[in-house]
């Protein structure tokens, strides 16, 4: 079949090319087949043409026309499917020509040539080597296999503190019965009749009830007749006084009949309630502690917690009784030392084991004392205490931890127990520093708090965070000289704790005032807009700090950047604070001349409601394919380039640095100092951990994973593998962490973190989403999927926040009658819903990615890319961005930037708090 030709007859210039067509009568046939098992990968495929063969790539690759192995061939859609080019046809072209699904189109002898590939035909180029000549040779093991996330094994949960203190007596065997039927009465909810009986014929079910009448019947005598006119009653004394003549005989049986009635009620009670010997069993404890035969007593003794110890708040000691009259009393009603001084059984227990509580540490008796506490009463951060002032260090620890009390607490008890490893490592897995370190401060430990501190500081330096590094250690004056190399460090990361590092040298190095002076004239004179946090961080720091000529001098210069930055990026400072800081440069001259505070703002783009765009043209690309990169607090921009390894980019794109690392991904610290480098191995990722402020890499393992967190705090990586979470630890040498879960139950397709939250987002036909407080990894919610404002018709696309906050976007099908459009959706749960409006078909959506106020919701077809960035509290499409033939695209969101790359070689970098385009690289 033969057609017009082209106007553009052959490629110029960088393609992608899916396949090359080798002629054999121009290269020869055996140089034609080297070339063919050059480009040979797994996936190609060889097919037999006129002349000499066709390569079918399994993925495309990028090359120069000019220097190809032979005619490169690239991969068109057209409306009967999917075709190979030889020459640059446009899209008119090819729609005159209507060639089928999967032929070759290309120019031959003068004409335009439509050619079937033969499929049944395919030539394996295996046998075109000869390896008759070959030896195998001997193999080795490559090691063990790529590994897969497992939480560290940590202390047990499990805490048996009978079994610990050796000198307890074991627990009664009825104990466990006992609290099985007291949980069950609680299960069941029944309900105790309280009603007294209100006739004198009423016939006695009990010997409790027929001393209880027998008490009211003794106590029941009229009260002596009054003279007519006399005064009120005086009220009747709780008791007789000792110069007084004691009760009468009748009192006397009657306090007799009170005592003994009592204990037959609450026998009958019982035994109605939970069945005679379970109540008899309750009536022998209570026996054992009331005779103070208390080692025998702890081993029946019931926990106040639980169901059992709900069941036992509902059990009455006694009835209710009628008021012998409604005159008021002054004196308290009377109480008796008598098992009836409670309203339930929980409260006499409750009274009992603190009496015997007391009678144990007055004796001495430690561990049965802390037992009981512990086991018992259920105060365990009481018990924890009671141990510590006894010098139980140990097993103050062990209790603290396996209870879960306060992370602060745990870390604080081991330290106090020499156990400094697992005081880091709770620290470490629960974010607690800082509540240890106060409670140890606040004890007046003050050794074990300052080296707590250096450790604090220690850990920090080594996660990257240099700037927190430095100010855990700055309390202790002895070490401030030790965090100089964390300051130069956290200066080199940029941003605000650069700033703040800076004037601490100021303060802490007047001897090195001119190397300083430097750095912080070439931080305040920049007019660079991502150097705004770090010279407000700065003055901040300066206005608080000790008043010297050295930091006098630098404040007039930070009053001039401050005013300067006011009016260009409005107010950063309170007028207040800005009045302090010029008062601080005690400056005449300066102090009338500095403008007053917040200056004009120019309006921010987010107030705005005009939609701001970009579109790159498709010549404006570059000749490498950047997978992932990430703009850095210190201004350069990191960028993934596949095996090629990474590069380091300046503001005006100059490679300042290159790590030789293979990363399709990067997983980037918080700090921006340190990051990891992913490959895909198969069904493994290589890892790989990089240096950035170094410059350096390393291997680390292979490792198998099913979701992971696109960022770390520079320690913890969280990682979702076999339905399992694991928080790795990436200085460790293993794939495994401090913190994990072994079984959630379902598959994890996404995680997102921030400093403080880190959310799962699980796959299946009921999504749920996750959501982890951190650095304490508390689950603090799991939700459903929420009902949707717009019932989706197309394929979801779900994303989710660190707060937990899900997104959703889908395409419809094409709608016009005119030019087809197709109908793009994106949605947040709860808030808002979009629909935009696509030119032609053949578009497929993304995920959506949240981070802040901000969505991004991007798209792809053939030959085209868009994103469209939305501002979540204003529910505003804010951005559209559409980078042509792009057929790849990376965006990574922050709550302050947006990074964007494609397989163009496109990286761009947009601030979203200014609406401005901070770097437009190409690689």
Not at 83 to 98: H, K, M, N, S, Y
Not at 135 to 156: C, E, H, I, Q, W
Not at 554 to 567: E, M, Q, Y
Request: with cysteine.
């Amino acid at each position: 079949m033969t057609a017009p030709l082209p106007r553009a007859l052959a490629w110029r210039g960088v393609i992608d090319a899916a396949g090359f067509l080798l002629d054999a009568s121009l290269a020869g046939e055996t140089e034609a087949r080297r070339r063919i098992l050059a480009l040979w990968e797994p996936g190609a495929t060889v097919h037999p043409v006129d002349r000499g063969w066709l390569i079918r790539l399994a993925k495309a690759r990028r090359v120069r026309a000019e220097q190809a192995p032979g005619l490169p061939l690239t991969a068109e859609k057209v409306p009967a499917g999917r075709i190979l080019c030889g020459a640059p046809f446009t899209a008119d072209e090819l729609r005159v020509l209507d060639p089928p699904d999967g032929t070759l189109v290309r120019l031959h002898a003068g004409e335009t040539v439509v050619e079937r590939i033969a499929e049944g035909q395919r030539i394996d180029p295996a046998a075109w080597l000869d390896i008759s000549a070959f030896v195998p040779a001997p193999m080795t093991t490559l090691g063990a296999p790529p590994v897969t996330p497992r939480p560290r094994d940590g202390a047990s949960g499990v805490f048996d503190l009978r079994a610990r203190l050796k000198g307890l007596p074991p627990a009664a065997p009825e104990l466990a019965e006992v609290l099985a039927a007291l949980s069950r009465r609680k299960g069941s909810g029944a309900a105790i009749s309280t009603a007294r009986p209100a006739s004198a014929g009423h016939r006695f079910t009990s010997l409790g009830d027929w001393f209880h009448s027998l008490r009211w019947s003794l106590r029941r005598r009229p009260p002596p007749a009054r003279p007519a006119g006399a005064g009120p009653l005086e009220p009747h004394p709780a008791a007789p006084a000792p110069a007084q003549r004691g009760p009468g005989l009748g009192r006397r049986l009657a306090t007799l009949a009170e005592r003994v009635a009592d204990r037959l009620a609450v026998s009958s009670l019982l035994s109605e309630l939970m069945g005679r010997r379970h109540a008899a069993y309750i009536q022998q404890m209570i026996d054992l502690f009331e005779r103070g035969e208390l080692r025998e007593a702890l081993r029946y003794a019931i926990p106040l917690g639980g169901p059992a110890g709900d069941a036992l708040r509902g059990l009455p000691l006694r009835l209710p009784a009628p008021r012998r009259d409604l005159e008021v009393r002054p004196e308290s009603p009377r109480s008796h030392a008598t098992l009836s001084a409670s309203n339930d059984l929980y409260g006499e227990l409750q009274r009992l084991y603190r009496r015997a509580f007391d009678r144990l540490e007055a004796q001495g008796h430690i561990e049965e004392a802390a037992f009981l506490l512990a086991d018992v009463l259920l105060a365990s951060e009481e018990a924890v205490a009671f141990l510590e002032r006894h010098g139980r260090l140990r097993l103050a620890a062990e209790m603290a931890e396996a209870r879960k009390l306060p992370p602060g607490l745990v870390v604080r008890q081991w330290f106090l127990a020499g156990d400094r490893e697992r005081a880091l490592w709770t620290a470490r897995r629960t974010g607690a520093f800082a509540d240890a370190v106060t409670r140890l401060e606040r004890s007046r430990r003050h050794a074990e708090a300052q080296a707590l501190r250096l450790s604090w500081g220690n850990d920090l330096a080594e996660a990257g965070s240099f700037g927190a590094a430095v100010e855990a250690v700055w309390p202790v004056h002895e070490a401030r000289r030790l965090a100089l190399q964390w300051m130069d460090r956290a200066i080199e990361q940029g941003g605000a704790p650069a700033g703040r590092m800076i004037a601490r040298k100021l303060a802490l190095l007047p001897e090195e005032f001119e190397s300083t002076r430097d750095q912080a004239l070439r931080l305040l004179e920049s007019w660079r807009a991502e150097g705004t946090s770090a010279r407000l961080a700065f003055a901040e720091t300066l206005r608080q700090g000790p008043r010297t000529p050295e930091t006098v001098t630098l404040a007039r210069a930070a009053v001039r950047t401050i005013a300067r930055d006011s009016g260009r990026f409005g107010a950063r400072m309170s007028p207040a604070q800005f009045r302090q800081l010029v008062a601080f440069a005690d400056d005449g001259a300066l102090r009338a001349d500095a403008p007053a505070l917040p200056l004009p703002d120019a309006g921010s783009w987010v107030a705005n409601e005009e939609l701001w765009s970009l579109e790159i043209d498709p010549s404006d690309v570059g000749i490498l394919s950047p997978c992932d990169a990430a703009f850095l607090p210190n201004g350069l921009t990191v960028v993934a380039l596949g095996e090629a390894g990474v590069r380091l980019l300046s503001r005006d794109g100059r490679t300042v640095g290159e790590i030789d690392q293979p990363a399709h991904r990067l997983v980037l610290s918080d700090n921006g100092d340190r990051a990891l480098a992913l490959a895909p191995r198969g069904d493994a990722w290589r890892l790989a951990r990089l240096d950035l402020a170094a410059r350096q890499g390393e291997f680390w393992c292979d490792a198998r994973f099913d979701a992971a967190a696109a960022d770390y705090d520079g320690s913890l990586w969280f990682v979702a593998a076999d339905n399992g979470l694991v928080a790795v630890d990436t200085a460790g040498r293993g794939f495994d962490g401090p913190w994990g879960v072994s079984d959630l139950g379902r598959k994890v397709g996404a995680i997102v973190r921030n400093r403080e939250r880190c959310s799962l987002l699980t796959t299946g036909a009921e999504p749920e989403v996750w959501t982890y407080e951190i650095p304490s990894l508390f689950l603090r919610s799991r939700a459903e999927l929420p009902e949707a404002l717009d019932q989706p018709t197309g394929e979801r696309r779900l994303g989710t926040a660190p707060e937990g906050q899900l997104a959703e976007q889908w395409l419809a099908a094409p709608e016009g009658t005119g030019p087809v459009e197709t109908p793009f959706h994106v949605q947040i749960h709860g808030r808002c819903a979009f629909q935009l409006r696509l030119p032609g078909i053949g578009w497929t959506g993304g995920v959506p990615v949240l981070a802040g106020d901000w969505l991004a919701a991007p798209v792809q077809a053939t030959g085209e890319a868009r994103l469209y960035l939305i501002h979540r509290p204003t529910a505003r499409v804010k951005a559209e961005i559409l980078l042509t033939r792009a057929r790849r695209l990376s965006v990574r969101l922050t709550p302050a930037y947006l990074t964007v790359t494609d397989d163009r070689g496109r990286v761009l970098v947009l601030d979203l708090e200014y609406g401005q385009i901070r770097r437009d690289l190409r690689q």
